[in-house]
């Protein structure tokens, strides 16, 4: 979920006013071999996933909690009262014996969406069914790995900002997700030295870079090596060194570097047939007004005219949705995550944690004053702390091949303008054929420290849209880039386990 990348029917108003005044428009219509961050290998603990719990007498029959290995709050500022909502879940299949299971951290997007939509809807244990009860998700990132889900920024879900104010900008919101990070690990010194891959979709495309970059940027100033980042940020004098290890990150149909994606945006609805060679015209005038609102560094009205694009191309096309232009609807599942963390019994068995009751706190997927907050800051790039990343870690960049909004040719155009060591060496590199079962499940390219995956018969949500291949992906990546295995699940995969890790969402709601 990610109120950048959907259009919604607030924007209808701006819309009419922008583009009626439109000229012509009918107003009906090799690894490097640098510095690497360590990853320890030490204390590793397993905790079993609890049993369901029920969420009490008067709940549906089979409305279920299936209870995470720890959950609850963590300090961000315990002097003005924020902290933000975590759950975590122990490696479902890992090996007492693997003492180095890496844990992933998934951020959804927005800005302002809850991370436990993600664990609700995309890639978490559990998906919620439209009669509030679970149903196991087989093709969840938790299989082999341990998952932490956080709400951020400090204002969004169950996460608590007290007398703090809500970040208005990416360098704050990492500084607040930091110090979330530092407390869970310091809560749980056994993890430290598992390595944490962090992850996340859409407006994470921001998120996560940022975020990384601070981890990184924190560690080189306590190993003596700041100077050498080449985009430092002014980070606060009292950042502490980190005390988990940081391996690798992995953003989904990201939205990374507005002026870039932009630009290409107008050329990818009309390759998708979405438009046609009149309306294109139309539609790169107005990218180009996006884009002079961006050089001129007018950030919110560059952000509501890149609103009335997308709009536009949404209309033009009769799409439910540009994040998946198959779907007949758009990605519906916000009302069934609200209702169930909003349900009384299930605030009673968060309640020993903090969470206040439902008549105090409605919990929302996306906060729209956190949005409001962030509209400044959406349209600022990121793509150099990318840059710096990819000096010291490997990162995966992935797309579903139906997203028309933050999908392939979006990434495809800031990807190819960033400047990183291995700029040469991946423009020439070949893109691979990925097979599952024998089958093309997608496009794979790699050089050095970074990976570019193109999924085929997938959206916006690659894991939501199809479970067994985004797990496949993740497990595929972390396993060869970040800990120098081998692996080859995916070659043994067969048609049963296909059907059987299918989500009849995607099914329902598709063409």
Same mark, same amino acid.
């Given at each position: 979920?990610?109120?950048?990348?959907?259009?919604?029917?607030?924007?209808?108003?701006?819309?009419?006013?922008?583009?009626?005044?439109?000229?012509?428009?009918?107003?009906?219509?090799?690894?490097?071999?640098?510095?690497?961050?360590?990853?320890?290998?030490?204390?590793?603990?397993?905790?079993?996933?609890?049993?369901?719990?029920?969420?009490?007498?008067?709940?549906?029959?089979?409305?279920?909690?299936?209870?995470?290995?720890?959950?609850?709050? $963590?300090?961000? *500022?315990?002097?003005?009262?924020?902290?933000?909502?975590?759950?975590?879940?122990?490696?479902?299949?890992?090996?007492?014996?693997?003492?180095?299971?890496?844990?992933?951290?998934?951020?959804?997007?927005?800005?302002?969406?809850?991370?436990?939509?993600?664990?609700?809807?995309?890639?978490?244990?559990?998906?919620?069914?439209?009669? $509030?009860? $679970?149903?196991?998700?087989?093709?969840?990132?938790?299989?082999?790995?341990?998952?932490?889900?956080?709400? @951020?920024?400090?204002?969004?879900?169950?996460?608590?900002?007290?007398?703090?104010?809500?970040?208005?900008?990416?360098? &704050?919101?990492? /500084?607040?997700?930091?110090?979330?990070? @530092?407390?869970?690990?310091? *809560?749980?010194?056994?993890? @430290?030295?598992?390595?944490?891959?962090?992850?996340?979709?859409?407006?994470?495309?921001?998120?996560?870079?940022?975020?990384?970059?601070?981890?990184?940027? =924190?560690?080189?100033?306590?190993?003596?090596?700041?100077?050498?980042?080449?985009?430092?940020?002014?980070?606060?004098?009292?950042?502490?060194?980190?005390?988990?290890?940081?391996?690798?990150?992995?953003?989904?149909?990201?939205?990374? %570097?507005?002026?870039? @994606?932009?630009?290409?945006?107008?050329?990818?609805?009309?390759?998708?047939? $979405?438009?046609?060679?009149?309306?294109?015209?139309?539609?790169?005038?107005?990218?180009?007004?996006?884009?002079?609102?961006?050089?001129?560094?007018? /950030?919110? =009205?560059?952000?509501?005219?890149?609103?009335?694009?997308?709009?536009?191309?949404?209309?033009?096309?009769?799409?439910?949705?540009?994040?998946?232009?198959?779907? *007949?609807?758009?990605?519906?599942?916000?009302?069934?995550?609200? #209702?169930?963390? &909003?349900?009384?019994?299930?605030?009673?068995?968060?309640?020993?944690?903090?969470?206040?009751?439902?008549?105090?706190?409605? /919990?929302?997927?996306?906060?729209?004053?956190?949005?409001?907050?962030?509209?400044?800051?959406?349209?600022?790039?990121?793509?150099?702390?990318?840059?710096?990343?990819?000096?010291?870690?490997?990162?995966?960049?992935?797309?579903?091949? /139906?997203? #028309?909004?933050?999908?392939?040719?979006?990434? %495809?155009?800031?990807?190819?303008?960033?400047?990183?060591?291995?700029?040469?060496?991946?423009?020439?590199?070949?893109?691979?054929?990925?097979?599952?079962?024998?089958?093309?499940?997608?496009?794979?390219?790699?050089?050095?420290?970074? %990976?570019?995956?193109?999924?085929? *018969?997938?959206?916006?949500?690659?894991?939501?849209?199809?479970?067994?291949?985004?797990?496949?992906?993740?497990?595929?990546?972390?396993?060869?880039?970040?800990?120098?295995?081998?692996?080859?699940?995916?070659?043994?995969?067969?048609?049963?386990?296909?059907?059987?890790?299918?989500?009849?969402?995607?099914?329902?709601?598709?063409?």
């Amino acid at each position: 979920m990610a109120i950048r990348c959907i259009v919604s029917i607030c924007v209808l108003p701006i819309l009419l006013y922008f583009v009626c005044g439109l000229p012509g428009l009918p107003c009906d219509a090799a690894r490097a071999d640098k510095e690497k961050l360590v990853i320890g290998t030490k204390n590793f603990h397993r905790y079993k996933t609890a049993a369901a719990s029920s969420l009490g007498k008067g709940a549906k029959k089979n409305l279920t909690l299936p209870e995470p290995t720890s959950y609850g709050y $963590l300090d961000v *500022n315990a002097e003005k009262g924020s902290a933000m909502y975590y759950m975590y879940y122990e490696a479902q299949e890992a090996s007492p014996d693997d003492d180095d299971v890496p844990i992933v951290l998934w951020l959804q997007g927005g800005p302002g969406c809850s991370s436990f939509f993600g664990m609700l809807y995309i890639n978490g244990p559990y998906f919620v069914n439209d009669d $509030l009860t $679970l149903r196991r998700n087989l093709g969840t990132w938790n299989r082999i790995y341990g998952m932490l889900f956080i709400e @951020q920024p400090i204002g969004v879900g169950f996460s608590k900002r007290g007398t703090a104010a809500i970040p208005d900008n990416e360098l &704050n919101v990492a /500084w607040d997700l930091y110090r979330a990070l @530092q407390s869970f690990f310091r *809560n749980n010194p056994h993890l @430290q030295s598992r390595p944490l891959i962090i992850t996340g979709e859409s407006y994470a495309g921001k998120y996560v870079p940022s975020i990384s970059h601070f981890i990184l940027q =924190a560690t080189a100033r306590a190993n003596g090596f700041e100077e050498r980042l080449r985009h430092p940020r002014k980070l606060s004098d009292n950042v502490e060194a980190p005390v988990f290890q940081l391996g690798g990150l992995a953003v989904g149909n990201g939205f990374t %570097d507005a002026e870039t @994606q932009t630009a290409v945006q107008a050329q990818v609805a009309w390759g998708m047939g $979405l438009i046609d060679s009149v309306q294109r015209k139309l539609a790169e005038q107005m990218q180009e007004q996006v884009i002079e609102l961006v050089r001129s560094r007018e /950030w919110r =009205a560059a952000r509501n005219m890149s609103d009335v694009l997308l709009a536009y191309i949404a209309t033009s096309g009769g799409s439910a949705t540009l994040e998946d232009v198959r779907r *007949n609807t758009g990605y519906d599942s916000r009302s069934q995550v609200d #209702a169930y963390l &909003n349900s009384p019994h299930l605030r009673e068995l968060l309640a020993p944690s903090g969470v206040p009751p439902t008549s105090a706190l409605s /919990w929302e997927s996306c906060s729209a004053e956190v949005d409001h907050i962030m509209g400044h800051d959406v349209m600022k790039s990121v793509k150099n702390l990318v840059a710096d990343l990819l000096d010291y870690m490997p990162v995966l960049l992935y797309q579903g091949q /139906w997203d #028309a909004e933050c999908g392939v040719g979006s990434n %495809d155009a800031w990807i190819h303008t960033l400047q990183w060591h291995g700029h040469g060496g991946f423009t020439a590199a070949r893109r691979e054929f990925w097979r599952v079962n024998g089958r093309i499940a997608g496009y794979w390219k790699s050089y050095s420290t970074l %990976d570019v995956l193109v999924l085929r *018969n997938t959206g916006h949500m690659v894991p939501h849209d199809n479970p067994l291949i985004g797990q496949l992906m993740l497990e595929r990546w972390v396993e060869i880039a970040v800990r120098g295995l081998s692996y080859d699940r995916d070659a043994h995969v067969t048609p049963e386990e296909e059907a059987e890790y299918a989500n009849p969402d995607q099914a329902e709601h598709s063409t």
